[in-house]
């Protein structure tokens, strides 16, 4: 996919009121096996290196694997315990980020989700991240754009 046509149909813009809706504009696409969302970045997301800020992908790995873990464990809230990044590649502004996800496992109490991050067919980063069920009173909020 390059960033020309990294727009099409396939991908819904979801409203979000979040700190990840201070990214800009997410988009999202689901398929049965894959979780994917996406943004568009602009010069706001660059670091004083002139490329993205690697916070700006963290943030992404993060929510795939938040919608992931609400796939495997509907209606249950979870936080997540922990994710590794290996950031490969960098990524200049007015490149679209694509972040695909997979389920690796799912427990009664934890879910694996793995990710990748993509700028048109360069892969540019991986994400492996543990989801645990939040603790009891945690208030469980829908995500926009979730399925369901």
């Known amino acids: 996919m390059s960033d020309s046509n990294a727009l099409s149909d396939e991908w819904i813009a979801v409203s979000d009121d979040t700190y990840v809706g201070e990214l800009g504009v997410l988009l999202r696409r689901a398929g049965e096996e894959l979780t994917e969302i996406g943004l568009l970045t602009t010069e706001r997301h660059r670091n004083l290196s002139g490329n993205v800020h690697g916070g700006v992908l963290m943030t992404l790995f993060d929510r795939c694997a938040g919608l992931i ?3 495997a464990m509907p209606g249950v809230p979870v936080v997540t315990a922990s994710i590794t990044v290996n950031f490969i590649r960098s990524v200049k502004p007015g490149e679209f980020i694509r972040v695909s996800g997979k389920l690796r496992k799912a427990g009664r109490t934890a ?8 700028v048109g067919d360069r892969l540019v980063g991986t994400a492996s991240g543990l989801l645990m069920r939040a603790q009891s009173g945690a208030c469980r909020r829908s995500i926009p754009g979730e399925p369901g």
Do not use: G
């Open 69 to 71: 873990s609400r796939l």
């Open 111 to 118: 879910v694996f989700a793995d990710c990748e991050a993509w």
